[in-house]
């Protein structure tokens, strides 16, 4: 599972910025040791969500907008927030892509003026948690103060091809503790939707799944039933929205 995960790394340039916009001080804890932030004498340091030998120094939502703000992430980095940890995504294929185009656009012709649909967009699970899911639908408002939370939050959807592992393992359970009341897996691969739903503290506790030849259904939006051909989400090269 880890060694899907790469953590981002920071320069030494990086490092004194952080000084310089308050993320860290003269008394923080911590050293830059082959690109990572570490804390410093501990001695039973928290599991790494990346799997790092490193007791990794864990950013806050806050921390990482400020990083935004000095320049030392800049808006076409992809990373995302998980745990504390700055995650670098993996790049888009076309075939991700695509089915990422089509699902957002279909989910807007459905959904009409009824809610948001959002491409690629973060979201807020936590303190420390800023996930970016490729498709998310939201309580339609602007979000111009704040990010979606888990109380805006209706459906998120992730496609995975090369990310099956992170989706699954690292993001789906992080959903489901935040309190997302569902979640759409795509798998590429296997052509195959799963659909998580009800949460408990061991994990969703209703997975349903969805092949081709049939159809994929959700009432997570209040007053609409959200029904999608799973064979137009696979589609085939000549095929039209």
């Not at 420390?128 to 339609?140: L, N």
């Not at 007053?223 to 051909?229: L, R, S």
Request: hydrophobic share 35%.
């Amino acid at each position: 599972m880890s060694s899907t995960l790469t953590r981002r790394s920071f320069t030494v340039d990086d490092y004194h910025k952080m000084a310089d916009v308050g993320v860290l001080d003269e008394d923080s804890p911590v050293e830059l040791l082959d690109g990572d932030i570490v804390e410093m004498h501990v001695h039973e340091p928290v599991p790494s969500v990346s799997g790092s030998p490193w007791p990794i120094w864990r950013f806050t939502v806050d921390e990482f907008h400020r990083l935004l703000e000095a320049g030392i992430l800049v808006e076409d980095d992809r990373v995302e927030l998980i745990d504390g940890e700055i995650i670098v995504m993996s790049p888009i294929g076309n075939r991700h892509a695509d089915i990422v185009d089509f699902l957002t656009d279909r989910l807007t012709a459905i959904l009409e003026s009824r809610s948001l649909v959002r491409c690629q967009n973060p979201i807020q699970i936590s303190g420390t948690s800023q996930p970016i899911p490729d498709v998310s639908i939201v309580q339609r408002r602007r979000y111009t103060e704040r990010l979606p939370g888990p109380t805006d939050v209706y459906l998120v959807i992730e496609v995975a091809d090369t990310t099956l592992l992170r989706d699954r393992d690292v993001k789906l359970p992080r959903y489901g503790a935040a309190g997302i009341r569902e979640v759409w897996i795509v798998d590429v691969s296997s052509e195959t939707i799963y659909r998580y739903t009800d949460y408990r503290p061991d994990g969703y506790r209703t997975v349903q799944i969805f092949k081709r030849g049939t159809r994929a259904v959700s009432d997570a939006v209040p007053g609409v039933t959200i029904t999608i051909d799973v064979d137009e989400v696979f589609g085939g090269p000549d095929d039209r929205l």
